[in-house]
C-alpha cells in the first residue's frame, strides 16, 4: 500500500511541475511561449498612434503578422505606412482619421541595413512629420535594430519641441549592447540592478545620453531565450537585450521586462508570438502611462 501511495504522489509532483508555464524570479519573469487562444481585450481606445519600428533588414512583413493579428481582434488599426528614404524624405501610405482607434503607423527604411545613427535620423523625420499633422503624442514599438534606434534617438534628442512626446517604448529582442554576452559573468537578476559587466561602444552611448530620455517615459524590454541550457534567442544575448534595464530605472523611468522561453522566442519569431502580443497590448493600450 506504501507503495502505491509513494507512486500517486510522485505522479502528481510530476505533473505539476511540468503544467507550469511561468517561472518568477527575484526580477525576471519568464514566460513560455506556447501560442495563447485567449483573445486580447482593451477597455479604452484613443487617438495615440503607436510607431512599428521593424528591425535590421526588415520589411513590411516585419511586423505585419502582429498588426494584423491586432486589428483583427478590434485592438487598433493600422492607418498608415510611412517609408522614409535614405535622405529623410517620406512616402506617405494612407491617412490618419485622428478617431479613438489605436491608431497604428508601420514606418519602414528603404535602405534597410542602414545603421541606427542615421535610423535614429529618420525616426526624427517621421516624429516631424507627425507633429505637422498634429499628433501631440505617440508610442513606439521596435524589433531589435529599431528598439535600438529608437532609445538612440531618445538618448540623443530627447523630448525635441518639433516632435511629437513619446508616451511609451516597447523594445522586442534588441541589442543594446551590441552582441556582448555576459551571461557567464553575472545573473540576469545582477544584470538588472548593476548593468552589463562588459560595455559596448553602444552602450556607453547610452550611457553618456541617458538623462536626455524624460523620465517619465515607460518602457518594456521583451527578451528571447531559446531553452534551457542557451543565453539568447538565436541572434540576440538575453543579457544584450536587457541590459539596460539598470540604466533606464536609474533614470527614474518605470521599467519592466520579461523573458520568452522556446522555440517561438527564436529572434524572428518574437513578434509572430501571440503571447508578445498580449504583453505589447496590455502596456501600450490598458495600462496608463
Known amino acids: 500500500m506504501k507503495k502505491y501511495i509513494v ?47 521593424h528591425g535590421y533588414s526588415g520589411t513590411i512583413n516585419s511586423f505585419g503578422g502582429m498588426i494584423d493579428r491586432f486589428e483583427k481582434q478590434q485592438l487598433a ?50 516624429l516631424r512629420y507627425l507633429k505637422t499633422q498634429n499628433v501631440e503624442q505617440v508610442n513606439i514599438l521596435g524589433h531589435s535594430m529599431g528598439g535600438v534606434s529608437s532609445l538612440r534617438f531618445l538618448t540623443t534628442y530627447g523630448e525635441p519641441e518639433d516632435s511629437p512626446k513619446i508616451v511609451k517604448l516597447v523594445a522586442i529582442g534588441s541589442p543594446f549592447n551590441d552582441f556582448i554576452d555576459t551571461s557567464d559573468q553575472q545573473t540576469i537578476d545582477e544584470l538588472l540592478v548593476n548593468g552589463p559587466t562588459q560595455k559596448s561602444d553602444r552602450y556607453i552611448d547610452y550611457e553618456n545620453g541617458i538623462a536626455n530620455v524624460p523620465a517619465s517615459l515607460p518602457m518594456l524590454l521583451l527578451a528571447g531565450e531559446l531553452g534551457a541550457g542557451t543565453s539568447d534567442d538565436g541572434t540576440v544575448p538575453l543579457t544584450s537585450a536587457l541590459s539596460v534595464y539598470s540604466l533606464v530605472e536609474k533614470n527614474g523611468n ?36
Request: charged fraction near 15%; aromatic fraction near 8%.
Open 254 to 289: 518605470p521599467i519592466r521586462q520579461s523573458v520568452f522561453v522556446g522555440p517561438n522566442a527564436q529572434h524572428s519569431q518574437l513578434h509572430e508570438n501571440t503571447a508578445v502580443d498580449q504583453q505589447v497590448a496590455q502596456f501600450l493600450w490598458e495600462e496608463k502611462p
Open 77 to 126: 488599426r493600422k492607418e498608415l505606412v510611412i517609408t522614409v528614404q535614405p535622405d529623410s524624405t517620406l512616402q506617405i501610405d494612407g491617412k490618419l482619421s485622428n478617431a479613438r482607434n489605436n491608431p497604428m503607423i508601420q514606418v519602414l527604411f528603404a535602405d534597410n541595413k542602414n545603421n541606427e545613427w542615421n535610423q535614429s535620423e529618420w525616426i526624427y523625420a517621421v
Open 7 to 53: 507512486s500517486i504522489t510522485l505522479l502528481l509532483c510530476l505533473f505539476f511541475v511540468s503544467s507550469c508555464h511561468s517561472i518568477t524570479e527575484k526580477n525576471t519573469t519568464k514566460s513560455s511561449t506556447n501560442q495563447s487562444s485567449s483573445p486580447l481585450e482593451t477597455n479604452s481606445k484613443d487617438s495615440t498612434p503607436t510607431l512599428f519600428i
